[in-house]
């Protein structure tokens, strides 16, 4: 049967000796190409994933790190918006505390104004009342001297104060 086989495929147009010396060339050639080229490119293929593996990881940490630091950056942020937020709260207070301070000097001042423009004045008045005692108390004297000096009737009296008076600072102004 092998040689009716072998007669087929002879009448197919194929050599069967040049078929077998191919395929054990193939054969020899598959063992060199595995053991001179098949190693070194499989080698470099397995190179080239693991850079492209290491590469994909380094991206993957990259991008663990943009998001931690994108996190880190909202957190920052956070605190400078509250730490502002404080220092706004702070200078407010000081503001109103300065405010108040202010209102509180201003108005000890103005009584203390008041105060003393009240004591001047009570000063000047009580010295006006001194001066019009003492002067009333010069006219009555001279209005008295000129009438124990004449004679003691009520006209001689009354143009006697109307001299003194005449004669004094008030002249009715």
């Not at 053991?35 to 190179?47: G, N, S």
């Not at 693991?50 to 790190?65: D, H, P, Y």
């Not at 931690?68 to 000081?94: F, H, P």
């Not at 000097?105 to 004045?121: T, V």
């Amino acid at each position: 049967m092998s040689g009716i086989t072998l007669l087929g495929i002879g009448a197919l147009g194929i050599n069967f000796p040049g078929l077998l010396a191919q395929i054990i060339n193939f054969g020899i050639l598959l063992v060199i190409l595995r053991l001179v080229a098949y190693k070194p490119v499989m080698r470099m293929l397995d190179e080239r994933a693991g850079r492209v593996r290491e590469s994909m990881e380094a991206a993957e940490r990259i991008k663990e790190r943009e998001a931690e630091t994108a996190q880190e950056v909202e957190e920052r942020l956070d605190e400078a918006r509250k730490e502002g937020q404080s220092l706004i709260a702070q200078a407010q207070q000081i503001s109103a505390r300065i405010q108040e301070e202010a209102r509180e000097q201003a108005q000890k001042e103005g009584e203390s104004l008041l105060i003393r423009a009240r004591n001047e004045i009570q000063l000047e008045r009580d010295s006006a009342i001194a001066r019009l005692r003492g002067e009333f108390a010069d006219l009555t004297i001279n209005a008295a001297e000129r009438v124990i000096g004449q004679s003691l009737d009520r006209r001689a009296h009354q143009r006697l104060i109307d001299e003194v008076l005449a004669e004094s600072s008030f002249k009715g102004d």
